[in-house]
């Protein structure tokens, strides 16, 4: 069943997965997020076996849908990246949508909120918690790397590419932009110093 089930993976084209459930697209993922306040902080993550789409990535969904879970939520990706040997990463709120591409090796959203993606290529040192809290069952799950990369984006017409690590079509900064900011800053000093007598 397993094996069928696999086959039927590799060819389809297209694949949806909701909610929580994006988190298995990778080969592993970080489970006990949402179950436990303290999951991170008393080391009571866990990693399981996901789908293995993507297989160099860990997700974790809704990361900003519950403050009781946040410690949990961030943790989850650098540690499960460190644990997992995986280069990449995605933060991903409660109603986005990523469309992930196996042929052109890229990630764009729909979102609301921008999601993050965390970039470890370049990371040579990565080091972890040795503080265990009280009635902890590991050490703490939190990580340091350096040489890491984020790049968030909201904008959908863009694409992530994981070959060259960066976003295909940047729009560029224009200089009238400064401008306005000098004018915006201008137009505020002139109001407080009218409200000031």
């Excluded at 040579?124 to 503080?131: G, H």
């Excluded at 968030?152 to 560029?172: H, P, R, V």
């Amino acid at each position: 069943m397993e094996k069928h089930f696999r086959v039927l993976l590799i060819m389809a084209s297209q694949y949806f997965f909701l909610e929580t459930a994006k988190k298995i697209i990778g080969e592993k993922f970080i489970d006990n997020t949402d179950s436990d306040l303290y999951a991170s902080y008393r080391g009571q993550m866990r990693i399981g076996n996901g789908l293995n789409i993507f297989g160099d990535l860990i997700i974790q969904p809704n990361i900003f849908a519950d403050s009781d879970y946040y410690e949990n939520r961030t943790s989850s990706v650098l540690w499960g990246m460190m644990r997992n040997r995986k280069r990449f990463g995605i933060y991903l709120n409660s109603n986005d949508f990523l469309h992930l591409s196996h042929s052109n090796k890229s990630v764009s959203g729909i979102v609301e909120t921008p999601y993050l993606l965390v970039d470890a290529s370049q990371t040579t040192k990565v080091d972890s918690s040795i503080y265990r809290a009280n009635k902890s069952i590991d050490t703490r799950q939190i990580v340091a790397m350096n040489n890491l990369s984020i790049s968030l984006t909201n904008y959908s017409e863009i694409n992530y590419s994981f070959e060259t690590q960066k976003f295909d079509n940047l729009t560029a900064v224009k200089s009238d932009d400064e401008n306005n900011i000098a004018d915006f800053f201008h137009f505020i000093k002139i109001i407080l110093i009218r409200l000031i007598p």
